[in-house]
Nanobody
Framework: QVQLVESGGGLVQAGGSLRLSCAASGLTFSNYAMGWFRQAPGKEREFVAAINKYGSSTFYAGSVKGRFAISRENAKNTLYLQMNSLKPEDTAVYYC??????????????????WGQGTQVTVSS
């Protein structure tokens, strides 16, 4: 049974930092490109960042580029999202997702095969 479990969310003041983790089990993690998406209240889910299965290529949404960093440790079956200089508009539920077999990265939700349950990030002004 495939499981993706996010952690590390919470309440932080604007300008602060958080590090999200996504622990994967029930799959061969190194075979999956991974991504982070987020959904704010009343809005559709949107792409945040993606990383290829090797960890050698990354891609970011324009709204987070330069502030967020995606990384992975295949030996630990774990995906990370380091979020710096957080803004109130970053408030959302953050989801990790896995895309089997892709050589590169994707910002398309439908490309992803497995999803976590999400972790709440709240940034106060």
């Amino acid at each position: 049974q495939v499981q993706l479990v996010e952690s590390g969310g919470g309440l932080v003041q604007a300008g602060g930092s958080l590090r999200l983790s996504c622990a994967a089990s029930g799959l061969t993690f190194s075979n999956y490109a991974m991504g982070w998406f987020r959904q704010a209240p009343g809005k559709e889910r949107e792409f945040v960042a993606a990383i290829n299965k090797y960890g050698s290529s990354t891609f970011y949404a324009g709204s987070v580029k330069g502030r967020f960093a995606i990384s992975r440790e295949n030996a630990k079956n774990t995906l990370y999202l380091q979020m710096n200089s957080l803004k109130p508009e970053d408030t959302a539920v953050y989801y990790c997702a896995g895309d089997y077999g892709k050589l590169g990265t994707s910002f398309v939700e439908d490309d992803y095969d497995y999803w976590g349950q999400g972790t709440q990030v709240t940034v106060s002004s």
